[in-house]
Nanobody, 115 residues
């Protein structure tokens, strides 16, 4: 059974930083693309960042160099380092593991950027 468990969300002031983690179990983690998505109230879920098994990364246009995705295959964990956070970054952040047969999602972690 595949499980993705996110952690690291919380309340942060504008300009602050957070580091999200997503630990995977029940699957050969290292061979699959991983991603972070987010969904704000009333909006569609959107891609924040993705990373392939070889380390190639892509980011949403709104990231503008503020976030960094990384993965540790030995720990079966993907990270999202977020800096210079803005109120518009407030959302539930979801971890995603993409296999040829289906997508897997974590339960989500809330990120709130507010003064």
């Amino acid at each position: 059974q595949v499980q993705l468990v996110e952690s690291g969300g919380g309340l942060v002031q504008p300009g602050g930083s957070l580091r999200l983690s997503c630990a995977a179990s029940g699957i050969i983690f290292s061979i699959y693309p991983m991603g972070w998505y987010r969904q704000a109230p009333g909006k569609q879920r959107e891609l924040v960042a993705s990373i392939l098994s070889g380390g190639f990364t892509t980011y949403g246009d709104f990231v503008k160099g503020r976030f960094t995705i990384s993965r540790d295959n030995a720990k079966r964990t993907v990270y999202l380092e977020m800096n210079n956070l803005e109120p518009e970054d407030t959302a539930v952040y979801y971890c995603n593991l993409n296999t040829p047969s289906r997508n897997y999602w974590g339960q989500g972690t809330q990120v709130t950027v507010s003064s």
